[in-house]
């Protein structure tokens, strides 16, 4: 049975991220677009890395341009969430999350939500330290709003 330990993607700096580093921790994976209206999201997404980070949680943000919302690299979108938003958790390289050349981890995570396609920027996935899917979050969804499901899966 495949887990979200089984995926890598590639770091913005050409890292390899391999997710079987993951494995025991609770893991955060978003769509993230800087040119997006909701691309403030990353702040608060930021706030629960900070918060929660030596408590077992890791957010890796994966830019998309599907929605032509994305700066023109990898570069300039690293320094974007910086500079704006105080990002420090991994963002990868640009992915494709959906259609025929979509990432493996996005065709996987929205097989295990069951809800497909995914509609906007900001989805959010919350894996839980057994490498399962806990739980989809809509775009709109408050990076706050998913704090307490963050905080028993932590305590599980």
Known sequence: MTKVYD???TEMNGQEIDFSRYQ?????VVN???????APQLEGLEDLYK???DQGLEVIGLPSNQFKQELDSDEATSEY???HYG????????VVINGDDEDPLFTYLKTESGNGRIKWNFTKFLVGKDGQLVKRYAPITKP???EETIVEELNK
Not at 32 to 38: F, I
Request: glycine share 6%.
């Open 144 to 146: 706050s709003k998913m």
């Open 81 to 83: 969430c910086q500079l």
């Open 87 to 94: 990002v420090t958790f991994p963002m990868t390289k640009r």
């Open 51 to 53: 918060k929660y980070h």
């Open 24 to 28: 025991g921790k609770v893991l955060i």
């Open 32 to 38: 993230t677009a800087s040119k997006c209206g909701l």
């Open 7 to 9: 995926f890598k993607e």
